[in-house]
């Protein structure tokens, strides 16, 4: 089964979509449909092996940030949610 999604998107944004479009020889709407696909592939594998919730809002700046910390992208819940239990147990 498949559904429709329709997206409103800034002229802009939509020439830039084209011309990268043009140079890997597709359709804008199919680079972005090959886009999503990946994405939820990514998010799907991703929670099944760490037990993290899909889609997490962090995930796209896992691995552009350095940081002398091991294992903040995988433990990034856990770092924040120590974080806020400090910042309670100050008030």
Avoid: N
Avoid at 36 to 57: C, F, G, M, N, W
Avoid at 67 to 86: F, K, N, P, Q, R
């Amino acid at each position: 089964m498949e559904r429709l999604v329709t997206l409103r998107v800034p002229e802009r944004t939509y020439v830039l979509l084209e011309e990268e479009a043009k140079v890997q020889g597709t359709e804008p709407g199919q680079m972005i449909l090959k886009w999503i696909d990946e994405i939820v592939r990514q998010e799907l594998i991703y929670s099944t092996v760490q037990s993290a919730k899909p889609l997490d809002p962090l995930r796209a700046l896992f691995g552009t940030l350095e940081c002398d910390i091991v294992g903040v992208a995988e433990d990034h819940d856990v770092y924040l949610t120590e974080s806020l239990d400090g910042d309670r147990d100050s008030v």
